[in-house]
Structure formats: structure tokens, C-alpha cells
């Protein structure tokens, strides 16, 4: 009997960099897709020298080998999502940008991977356009966080809550795409709660979580925008998807500090509700 498509377990695709310990790139995001239930697969487009404390070196994969790994990948199995991440340059993005319109998944979360949570910079200046002129069209939820989403817009502004909503619709007007949606996130915002917004032409969905004091957080923005992906298959529509998102993340950052994994910001427990207690 043919296994039912309402029922199968998704297939989602990371295309970004490797971090070697393991709290961002595509090592967290195949952790975070499995988290939520979704089988995980990876093509790598830079190679990183970095730890909880930093950037020390950066190698992109060259464009061709990038689009090498893709075609052989989707020519063999079947991608029900993809996550996007670390894109260095134009070039590399113009090309991810063409095998995705040849493949057309059905699904595709751009996570605008600009700034390492050390203050290194992961994507050149110049690339800054050609993310939004070939990649942001063929998004299905665009996951900036508030410094993003203003190096995005052009703005230097200090930005408070009440203007929130204003730069995620901003931002959803440059995608281009009416079905697309922007889930701004708010970890940068001066209040009690991590509140994050989700937007498109019609709705406005706030999420909202309690603030959690740690400096284990290395990796948040790669966690959250795979765990979107991995979920969006497996949900009705993207709101829901992205609530079960931020819950999940919500929890792994809730249990980082049960992790013991270098001394600058750790990662994440991608792994929190599954690991027993008698492991931590």
C-alpha cells in the first residue's frame, strides 16, 4: 500500500554553513528539524573556523559545487520544505535562487543570516541586494531579526514595540510575493517579554513568551527559522507552524543552561524534550 502523503514524515533541506560546535549552520538545523518530527538534509555553502566565542575564519563553497549538491540531492529525494541560511555572497545566492525556481519546493524559510551572534559579519554588503532581489520572491516566511530587518530596509532608526509592526509590514511589501509572510522577531526589543510578529498582506499574528535570562543563545535564529520549516509540512497553515516553532524554541532555550558546551554563548537544547532527566 502507498504510504499516505498526509502522514509521511517530511523531508526538510538546510542550504547553510557549518558552525563546528554545532549551535548554529546546518549542524543545528538538522538537530531542530529532527526535534520536530522532520527527517533532515543538508547542503553546505561555507565552511566557518568558529566556536561559542566567535568567528575566526570563513570559507564559501564555491557556487557551482553548491549547485552541484542541490541538483543531486532533489534529483533523488523529495524536499518538502527548505531552510536557508548562511549565503555569503551574490553569486551563491543568485545561484541556491535558480535551482530553487527550476525545483520549486513547496515550502521555503529564508533566514537572512547577516550577523553571528559574536558581531561577525556572514554575509558581504553587496550580497544585501542580491538577497532581495532573487531570494526574497521565492520565500514563503522571511525570519529577520529587528537589526536585520533594518539593514534589510536601509534604516539606522531605534525602533520600541509600538513601531514593530510598521517594519514587518514594511518589509513584507519588499518580498513581492502577496502569499509570503514575515515573522519579525523581537529578542532585540527593550521589554519583559520576547515578543515576536508575524505578518503578511491580511493578518497580524503576535506570539509572545516569557524573557529567559541566559547567555545561551547561540543559534536562536537558525533553531527558530528550521524548526518553521520542519513544521510547516506537518501543520495546517503558517501561523501554526510558527506558534509550534517559537513554543519549541522557547523550551531549548529554557533548558540551554543544562547544556555545558564552551565558555562565550552557548548553544540552544535542540534535543529538550526528548533527552530524560536522568541525562541532564
Not at 527527517?39 to 557556487?63: C, M, Y
Not at 520549486?104 to 558581531?119: H, N
Not at 498582506?201 to 547561540?218: C, D, E, F
Request: hydrophobic share 45%; aromatic share 6%.
Amino acid at each position: 500500500m502507498a504510504e499516505s502523503t498526509e502522514n509521511r514524515i517530511p523531508n526538510v533541506l538546510s542550504i547553510a554553513g557549518v558552525d563546528p560546535s554545532g549551535g548554529a549552520g546546518v549542524f543545528a538545523d538538522i538537530k531542530a528539524f529532527s526535534a520536530n518530527g522532520a527527517f533532515g538534509t543538508g547542503v553546505v555553502t561555507a565552511l566557518t573556523a568558529q566556536s561559542t566565542r566567535g568567528v575566526t575564519g570563513i570559507l564559501p563553497i564555491e557556487p557551482a559545487f553548491v549547485r552541484q549538491q542541490l541538483d543531486t540531492l532533489f534529483d533523488d529525494v523529495r524536499i518538502d520544505a527548505v531552510k536557508i541560511g548562511m549565503l555569503d555572497n551574490a553569486k551563491l545566492i543568485k545561484t541556491v535562487a535558480e535551482v530553487l525556481k527550476e525545483r520549486k519546493p513547496t515550502f521555503v524559510v529564508l533566514d537572512p543570516v547577516m550577523v553571528a551572534k559574536s558581531g561577525d559579519r556572514l554575509l558581504q554588503e553587496e550580497a544585501v541586494s542580491a538577497l532581495i532581489e532573487h531570494l526574497f520572491p521565492l520565500a514563503t516566511v522571511l525570519t529577520p531579526n529587528l537589526p536585520e530587518a533594518l539593514a534589510l530596509l536601509g534604516r539606522e532608526d531605534k525602533i520600541d514595540e509600538e513601531d514593530f509592526p510598521a517594519v514587518a509590514v514594511e518589509l513584507w511589501r519588499m518580498m513581492k510575493n502577496r502569499d509570503a509572510w514575515v515573522f519579525l522577531k523581537g529578542g532585540h526589543l527593550e521589554s519583559e517579554y520576547a515578543y515576536d510578529l508575524l505578518v503578511n498582506g491580511v493578518l497580524r499574528v503576535p506570539y509572545s513568551a516569557g524573557r529567559i535570562q541566559t547567555k545561551n543563545t547561540h543559534g536562536t535564529g537558525c533553531t527558530l527559522s528550521s524548526a518553521i520549516a520542519a513544521q510547516l509540512p506537518q501543520t495546517p497553515d503558517v501561523p501554526e507552524a510558527c506558534r509550534r516553532a517559537k513554543e519549541y524554541l522557547t523550551g531549548a532555550i529554557a533548558a540551554a543552561d543544562k547544556l555545558n558546551v564552551g565558555s562565550g554563548h552557548g548553544p540552544t537544547h535542540h534535543f529538550w524534550k526528548m533527552w530524560s532527566n536522568s541525562q541532564m
